[in-house]
């Protein structure tokens, strides 16, 4: 079983439309949770972290963390085709970061 | 305020050769991280270095690759007698704080590795 387990899409939605993307995992001493954005052949691009339970808006996007279910999710509003990349969950022990394998997310306009 | 920035971003070797990645993190951070990216793989840790120490080496494998941050300049990733399979997009991060803290890391753009 991965640490980290992301559903790789691809995900097509229209653009307006609300996103959801989610991760599990597996180790509960994991201290903390982000979610990056990578566009094609850039280097990724930190969207959010949180370290407790609970949401986090910040714009257009929430995350949200449940420790007790080891699941981890990140909601995107008002969805634009600028959106369009693969978004990467990333699970922080110490100072490694542990990435689900990336869900690639398309915003038609 | 500058990002993490590396160099080359495009690096074109021939089996056996050494690779040399390099590495300067963003202002006020001390923290430097190298990450691999394979074809059609996920992001995978590679090294964690403060200046001039090695605090986690758990992804590295267990031959002809390095790493050092040293006092002065930037980060440096070392590959010896590279082969096919290193061919891989490497990316450095950096934070400003350190493992058992809160501690965001930001990414540099990659140095895109082709060996021939």
């Known amino acids: 079983q991965k640490e980290v387990e992301q559903d790789p899409g691809p995900l097509s939605v229209p653009e307006g439309a609300i996103v959801s993307l989610n991760c599990t995992y597996s180790n509960s001493a994991f201290q903390y949770f982000m979610w990056y954005r990578q566009y094609s052949r850039k280097g990724p691009e930190l969207l959010m972290y949180?370290?407790?339970?609970g949401n986090k808006e910040d714009g257009r996007f929430t995350a949200q963390v449940d420790k007790s279910s080891k699941y981890i999710s990140l909601f995107i509003r008002d969805s634009q085709p600028s959106d369009s990349a693969t978004y990467l969950c990333a699970i922080g022990l110490g100072g490694k970061l542990i990435f689900g394998q990336g869900t690639e997310l398309s915003v038609k306009p | 305020n500058a990002g993490v920035m590396q160099n080359p971003r495009h690096l074109v070797r021939r089996r056996g050769q050494e690779a040399r990645l390099r590495c300067s993190p963003m202002k006020g951070h001390s923290h430097v991280y190298w990450y691999r990216q394979l074809p059609e793989e996920g992001l995978k840790f590679m090294v964690y270095?403060?200046?001039?120490?090695?605090?986690?080496e758990s992804g590295m494998p267990k031959e002809r690759f390095s790493a050092e941050f040293p006092k002065e300049g930037p980060s440096i990733l070392r590959i010896q007698q590279v082969v096919r399979g290193d061919s891989a997009a490497y990316f450095c991060?950096?934070?400003?704080?350190?493992?058992?803290?809160?501690?965001?890391?930001?990414f540099g753009p990659g140095t895109r590795l082709t060996v021939t």
């Open positions: 991060a950096s934070s400003r704080l350190g493992r058992g803290t809160s501690s965001e890391q930001y």
């Open positions: 270095l403060q200046k001039e120490n090695i605090i986690d």
């Open positions: 949180t370290y407790s339970s």
